[in-house]
């Protein structure tokens, strides 16, 4: 869809009531961070959905890692993201996830090699992004 299909969607998800709407990584980056605007001005929360994802961050010799993405996302504006989890079909190294949401909610990130961060980064003022459980998770796993 355009940008303009999205801001149309959204506007009428608006007048349904609702408080939040749903993009996908797939959009790109620039539509990203323009319904991220959206959103602001709009008082909508926006969920991300990172279908396409591991189609370059499951890579481990030339792909990029998911905190990169967690990274951008958190910079464009996003509300929260599929993040990860320990069971499932999103699933990860333990101290890996907690990398990823560290990168999502923390205002300051320390180096911290068992989460896989390499060196010290801080948000200052930045909005979080709340990870959110996925992939056909339920209570029977945990």
């Not at 299909?5 to 959009?27: C, H, P, S, W």
């Not at 620039?30 to 279908?51: E, F, P, S, V």
């Not at 993405?69 to 079909?89: E, L, N, P, Q, S």
């Not at 990823?100 to 060196?119: H, I, K, M, R, S």
Request: glycine letters at 10%.
């Amino acid at each position: 869809a355009t940008i303009e299909n999205m801001y149309e969607r959204a506007e009428f998800a608006k007048q349904l009531g609702t408080v939040i709407i749903m993009i996908d990584l797939v959009i790109g980056y620039t539509a990203i961070q323009t319904m991220g605007i959206w959103a602001r001005k709009n008082d909508m929360i926006l969920h991300l959905h990172r279908a396409g994802n591991s189609t370059y961050s499951r890579q481990k010799i030339h792909g990029m890692n998911f905190r990169v993405i967690c990274k951008w996302m958190r910079m464009a504006g996003v509300d929260h993201i599929h993040a990860g989890t320990v069971v499932g079909k999103l699933e990860g190294d333990p101290l890996m996830i907690r990398g990823f949401y560290n990168t999502l909610l923390e205002p300051y990130l320390a180096v911290n090699l068992p989460q896989g961060l390499f060196f010290e980064q801080e948000w200052a003022s930045l909005r979080k992004v709340t990870p959110v459980a996925s992939g056909g998770i339920h209570c029977g796993q945990m």
